[in-house]
Structures are given as structure tokens and as C-alpha cells.
């Protein structure tokens, strides 16, 4: 005997069980304008106004997705520095291009530099890294998303790769203005924080 697909649920019939999966949303989001706009109808609203609410509620929908997949991403590495500190971190080691890597990594920095009126430039030698590439694509990130934070506009951040030696070294520069002499020897100790020439640390 055939059963007939079920048709998709409607937002009422989401929100009367609790179901608030990923693939409900729409649904949620369906029902919830078919409401306004109802109601607006009912009200004389014009439908100028109507729409004016739906794009604000559009926005700040965007919006809120932004920081959720943002704070999503911190819970991530906060995870991941548990893992190095146990020693319990797996790596997904394969060959690379350093300039696939860098290309990559600029690439998806480059609508932040574009806000921030800063230029992005690479230059990188052609080389063959064996390396966990979802990793050190994140590293990097890292590196070139601060350096055009810390960036005035019109300013420029350059990452440059260079093989000396058998082994690859990339540095990241930028016109932020650099760490004191006496910052740099405490950065690479854990939980060390300065701001504005301050040491910020946690015992």
C-alpha cells in the first residue's frame, strides 16, 4: 500500500509541537508574515509599511545569524585549545601549495578589508607544504583578519611566504604599529592579554 507524501507542516503546526529544527525555520518564518500581512490587510495598513517591516525584520534576522555563526566559531576554537592543551588534537596532514593556501585565505578576507578601506597584497614562492590545511587556513585567517582591524583606512596588509631553507616561512605585516619590544616577550605565554599598552593576565 502506497502512502502519500505528508505535506510540509505550516508555521502553526511547527510552533503547536516545538519543533524548531534548522528545516522548520521557513515554515516559522512563513506563518509569521502571513500573519503580519493579514493583519495589516485587516488593519488599513498600507502595504509600503507592511513591506518597510519585513526588510527591517530581514536585517536584523541577517544580522543575528552573523554573530550566532561568529560565536559559533569561538565555541569552536575554544574546543580546539582544549584539545591542543590535552594533547588530544588529531591532524588531517596532505600537500598544499602555499599559494592555494594564501590565495584562499585572502580571498576570504577580503569583503573585511574592502569595509575597512584596507589593501590587501601576497606575495608567496612556490612550495609544497604537507600540513593539516583546515587548520593553518585558520591560523592564518586569524592573523590577516587582525592585522586589518588593526589597520587604519588606506593602509595595506601584506602576507609574504618565503622558502628558506627547505621550509616555508609566512609572515603577515601590517600598518598597525607593531608590539612593544617588552609586550612581545609575554605574548606567546597563556592568557596573556594587552590592551592599550596594558598587561592583562589571568593566574
Given at each position: ?103 584562499d585565505v585572502m580571498s576570504g578576507s577580503a ?67 607593531g608590539i612593544a619590544p617588552e609586550q612581545a ?19
Open positions: 500500500m502506497d502512502v502519500p507524501p505528508r505535506a510540509p507542516e505550516t508555521g502553526g503546526e511547527v510552533l503547536e509541537k516545538g519543533n524548531l529544527s534548522s528545516e522548520a525555520i521557513p515554515a516559522i518564518r512563513a506563518e509569521h508574515e502571513r500573519l503580519v500581512r493579514e493583519s495589516a490587510e485587516h488593519g488599513g495598513i498600507p502595504r509600503s509599511a507592511f513591506d518597510r517591516v519585513l526588510e527591517t525584520r530581514r536585517r536584523y534576522l541577517a544580522s543575528m545569524g552573523t554573530h550566532v555563526r561568529t560565536l559559533g566559531s569561538l565555541i569552536d576554537d575554544l574546543f580546539e585549545l582544549s584539545r591542543i592543551r590535552s594533547g588530544g588534537l588529531a591532524l588531517s596532514l596532505q600537500q598544499v601549495d602555499a599559494r592555494d593556501l594564501v590565495a569583503a573585511v578589508a574592502t569595509a575597512g578601506g584596507v589593501a590587501l597584497d601576497a606575495a608567496v614562492d612556490p612550495a609544497s607544504l604537507r600540513i593539516d590545511a583546515g587548520g593553518m587556513n585558520r591560523v592564518l585567517a586569524n592573523l590577516v583578519i587582525n592585522a586589518i582591524r588593526h589597520t587604519p583606512s588606506d593602509g595595506a596588509v601584506r602576507v609574504v611566504g618565503r622558502l628558506l631553507a627547505g621550509e616555508v616561512v609566512l609572515s603577515v605585516s601590517d600598518g598597525c604599529g616577550v609575554v605574548i606567546g605565554e597563556e592568557i596573556v592579554l594587552v590592551v592599550h599598552g596594558l598587561f592583562l593576565r589571568k593566574l
